[in-house]
């Protein structure tokens, strides 16, 4: 078994997360993820939230697990960021399933995730990163704010690379304050590893804007 990509289902949840979030400024970040989680049909959302910070994503994750019929598991420091997350996510007319404790203890306890949204600007999303059990089937993992200054000099194999998960692939996406994208095989699921064929790479340049085309 491994992902496969649903046009449709994604269409479904990228025209629900824009009605949802008509109100929200960082939107087109939540529709671009929502369209991806549900379109790559993940059953196991995990992401984390901090008091004070936009929930426009959260209400689009939990758009997309609400198609795929999924679960999705929001994790917070504590109980007063619980609430605060709870109420917003409750005025859009969602509840997901929150988790308070700090995210590398609870990491631990969360099995099988094939869809994960991290904030660069956390000082321990790659530690967190790492530290995520992956379904067999392989899973898709998103930094956002990934211009932020604690992202820099970040590399995907550094978190992914250890044996019995590979980088499938990369991109990383100039919205909102930039999206940087994952798609990850585990040893478990089968990806089509294509040994032995040579591909082309695609490297975004950051500071310059100019994307890179690589044969490898």
């Not at 294509?194 to 950051?206: E, L």
């Amino acid at each position: 078994m491994k992902l496969v990509w649903s046009p449709e289902t994604a269409s479904k949840a990228y025209i629900d997360t824009v009605k949802s979030c008509e109100l929200y400024l960082e939107s087109d970040v939540a529709e671009l993820v929502s369209a991806t989680a549900a379109g790559w049909n993940t059953r196991f959302i995990v992401e984390m939230w901090s008091q004070g910070g936009a929930t426009a994503t959260s209400i689009g994750l939990a758009v997309a697990s609400g198609h795929t019929n999924g679960r999705h598991v929001c994790i917070v420091a504590d109980e007063r960021s619980r609430l605060e997350y709870v109420q917003a996510l409750d005025e859009a007319g969602m509840s997901p399933e929150v988790i308070v404790g700090e995210p590398e203890e609870v990491m631990k306890g969360l099995n099988g995730i094939d869809f994960m949204v991290v904030d660069s600007q956390r000082k321990d999303f790659s530690r967190v990163l790492r530290l995520a059990k992956l379904s067999n089937r392989g899973a898709v993992l998103v930094c956002k704010n990934a211009n932020s200054k604690s992202a820099l000099g970040f590399r995907w194999r550094s978190v992914i690379d250890d044996g019995s998960r590979r980088l499938v692939r990369s991109a990383f996406l100039p919205v909102g304050k930039g999206l940087d994208i994952a798609h990850v095989a585990t040893s478990g699921g089968n990806s089509g590893s294509g040994i032995g064929k040579r591909r082309w790479i695609k490297h975004f340049d950051r500071q310059s804007g100019e994307e890179h085309v690589i044969r490898k």
